[in-house]
């Protein structure tokens, strides 16, 4: 009887597959910025909406959904235990003024702005004709764009380091066009030292129709644009100009197309700010003052007392 070799059995191990790493930034290999928007004590209804306003701004990289309710009890110790949270937006009301204030996680450092001005995304839209908030604007991150603030001076220095670090970092190089949607804008006026915070959608149009046309459309929009800018609201930009015009190196959408030539337009969709920075703070709402505005001296002290007492509360 024929004898037969047991051959053992090697057991085949497929070769683990790399999980993605979806929190971790691509260009810089950190670790992808997530804030956290919320309030400090009670606010007044119209600041109380600037709350889902920012958070919208901040998305998709925001903890919360932007129905969150936060506990009546959390104060900044338990926030600070919310899994890849790297900064901090909290909203606050003293007797006079709202303040806004970005912070690090977990040790700083804290830039305290006192809010000047402000509209909310509902009042951008309403002053605009034809508003436009497509379904998919909020699902990949804001381009940031700083101007002015390029002085030298180590506050400065620290607020730009300081925004550029709130979103993920951009590869030029690899970014998709398409996910190129809307543009925060932070420009710092030298003369008054204020900060304009504006926030835009990015929409493209092909270059192609014919000069009575757009004659036309240039002479209403020259018209609406006039009535913004009595109202105050310079909230779209012309695109038919040349200089607002690119050449696409790949398609955008299904109209525009790579090797053609499109208009950006940029239209404001909100919220908007005017701040003023009063303060910056080594630590987490705390420590070595390393800059203090010593105009807005009383405010800070009124604003601090009723931190204090009420032990870090969150609403």
């Known amino acids: 009887m024929a004898r037969f070799r047991n051959k053992k059995k090697v057991a085949f191990v497929k070769p683990a597959k790399k999980q993605p790493q979806h929190n971790v930034d691509h260009v810089t290999g950190d670790k992808i910025p997530r804030s956290f928007v919320f309030s400090r004590l009670k606010l007044p209804a119209t600041l109380k909406q600037l709350q889902p306003d920012l958070r ?32 901090f937006l909290m909203l606050s009301k003293t007797g006079t003024s709202p303040y806004l204030r970005v912070a690090r996680t977990p040790q700083g450092p804290t830039l305290t702005f006192k809010i000047q001005e402000y509209s909310l995304a509902v009042d951008i839209a309403n002053s605009q004709l034809r508003p436009r908030v497509p379904k998919d604007l909020f699902k990949n991150s804001p381009l940031i ?48 030292k204020l900060i304009d915070f504006r926030h835009y959608s990015i929409r493209l149009q092909p270059v192609g129709v014919s000069r009575r046309i ?39 959408g299904r109209v525009n197309k790579a090797s053609t030539k499109s208009a950006v337009k940029l239209q404001e969709i909100g919220p908007r700010m005017t701040l ?22 009383k405010e800070q002290d ?13 609403e």
Do not use: W
């Not at 007492?309 to 969150?314: M, P």
């Open 56 to 87: 919208k701004v901040m998305l998709p990289y925001t903890y919360t959904a932007l129905n969150l309710k936060e506990k009546k009890r959390n104060n900044l110790k338990d926030l600070l235990n919310v899994a890849g949270v790297t900064h």
């Open 145 to 192: 764009v700083l101007s002015g603030f390029g002085t030298g001076e180590q506050h400065l220095k620290l607020t730009t380091i300081m925004f550029q670090n709130i979103f993920p970092a951009i590869d030029i190089n690899t970014v998709k066009l398409s996910s190129c949607q809307r543009i925060v804008l932070l420009n710092y006026n030298k003369e008054t």
């Open 214 to 252: 757009r004659k036309l459309f240039k002479t209403i929009k020259c018209l609406i644009s006039e009535v913004f800018r009595i109202a105050g609201y310079g909230s779209e930009s012309e695109g038919d100009e040349e200089a607002a015009t690119v050449s696409l190196a790949s398609d955008v």
């Open 276 to 297: 003023e920075l009063i303060k910056i703070e080594d630590g987490l709402c705390t420590g070595t003052i390393i800059f203090g505005n010593t105009g807005g001296k």
């Open 302 to 314: 009124n604003e601090s007392e009723s931190k204090d007492s009420e032990d870090d509360i969150v």
